[in-house]
C-alpha cells in the first residue's frame, strides 16, 4: 500500500490554495484561502486509504 509522506501532502496542500494556519502537538492545520475549510494533517505518514477519502471530501487536486 503507497504511503504519502508529509513533504508530498504540503506541496499538494499549497497547489490547491491552503495554507498552515497553525501546528498543535503532532498535527498541522491547513487553511483554504478562499473558504473556512481545514484539513488537519499528522507530521507522519498518511497511508492511501486516509489521503484519498482526504482528497474526495476537500476536491484537491492531485498530479501522480
Known amino acids: 500500500m503507497k504511503v504519502y509522506n508529509d513533504r508530498e501532502i504540503k506541496r499538494i496542500l499549497k497547489e490547491n490554495g491552503y495554507h498552515l494556519q497553525r501546528i498543535k502537538g503532532d498535527h498541522e492545520i491547513w487553511v483554504s484561502d478562499g473558504s473556512s475549510r481545514h484539513i488537519t494533517i499528522p507530521y507522519?505518514?498518511?497511508?492511501?486509504?486516509?489521503?484519498?477519502?482526504?482528497?474526495?471530501?476537500?476536491?484537491?487536486?492531485?498530479?501522480?
Request: aromatic letters at 10%; proline letters at 0%.
Open 44 to 64: 507522519k505518514n498518511i497511508n492511501r486509504m486516509v489521503w484519498q477519502r482526504l482528497v474526495k471530501e476537500n476536491n484537491l487536486i492531485c498530479k501522480f
